[in-house]
């Protein structure tokens, strides 16, 4: 894991006990595209980026979910909600710009609000798309107010700037399909799928 990395990992370490107050008086359209992008789930799906499991309500029960993330702690609060709603749910540690699953392992690949603090954007794209079959299918919300003025000035002093997720995961292989913004533009939603 390298340093980037590293420094994101403890920082969502000791965000995990209190991340879910604050997601608590989170805005009607996140709480409604969460339902959204997680009701479009079929088959074997991945979150990346799982942190305490807000989503897990949300997916459909035919679905066979794991989800993955960096933090432990994290991940344990997604571990206790899981087993409050009786979800089944493979819950997996690990980083998303490397993912330890064998290629084309899963139907769909969710990311809510997570790609924006994901080190290099890059790579974790090019992860998911590697981890989807031929066909399957990206749901992704994402923070984007950093590509507006006067963010973008600073942005671009970043060893790896983040850029539009939409830009990104085309030039990662996807093929967008929808995509739409939200809360005035500061927001991102786009559904892709891995081309045949």
């Given at each position: 894991?390298?340093?980037?990395?590293?420094?994101?990992?403890?920082?969502?370490?000791?965000?995990?006990?209190?991340?879910?107050?604050?997601?608590?008086?989170?805005?009607a359209?996140?709480?409604?595209?969460?339902?959204?992008?997680?009701?479009?789930?079929?088959?074997?799906?991945?979150?990346?980026?799982?942190?305490?499991?807000?989503?897990?309500?949300?997916?459909?029960?035919?679905?066979?979910?794991?989800?993955?993330?960096?933090?432990?702690?994290?991940l344990?609060?997604?571990?206790?909600?899981?087993?409050?709603q009786g979800?089944?749910?493979?819950?997996?540690?690990?980083?998303?710009?490397e993912?330890?699953?064998?290629?084309?392992?899963?139907?769909?690949?969710?990311?809510?609000?997570?790609?924006?603090?994901?080190?290099?954007?890059?790579?974790?794209?090019?992860?998911?798309?590697?981890?989807?079959?031929?066909?399957?299918?990206l749901l992704?919300?994402?923070?984007?107010?950093?590509?507006?003025?006067?963010?973008?000035?600073?942005?671009?002093?970043?060893?790896?700037?983040?850029?539009?997720?939409?830009?990104?995961?085309?030039?990662?292989?996807?093929?967008?399909?929808?995509?739409?913004?939200?809360?005035?533009?500061?927001?991102?939603?786009?559904?892709?799928?891995?081309?045949?």
């Amino acid at each position: 894991m390298d340093a980037r990395t590293e420094k994101a990992r403890e920082l969502w370490e000791g965000r995990a006990k209190r991340y879910d107050t604050g997601a608590r008086i989170e805005p009607a359209g996140i709480r409604n595209t969460r339902r959204l992008l997680c009701g479009g789930a079929r088959g074997r799906t991945l979150e990346v980026a799982v942190g305490t499991g807000m989503n897990l309500e949300h997916y459909p029960p035919q679905v066979k979910l794991t989800g993955v993330d960096l933090s432990p702690a994290m991940l344990e609060r997604a571990r206790e909600r899981a087993e409050e709603q009786g979800r089944p749910v493979t819950l997996v540690e690990g980083d998303a710009q490397e993912l330890g699953f064998a290629d084309q392992s899963f139907d769909t690949v969710l990311c809510a609000l997570a790609l924006c603090t994901i080190p290099d954007q890059g790579r974790a794209l090019a992860e998911m798309h590697r981890v989807l079959v031929p066909g399957g299918r990206l749901l992704l919300v994402d923070h984007i107010e950093y590509t507006r003025f006067p963010f973008r000035l600073r942005e671009r002093l970043r060893k790896h700037p983040r850029r539009l997720p939409r830009t990104v995961a085309e030039e990662a292989g996807f093929e967008v399909g929808h995509h739409d913004r939200l809360l005035f533009g500061m927001v991102e939603r786009l559904v892709a799928h891995r081309p045949h």
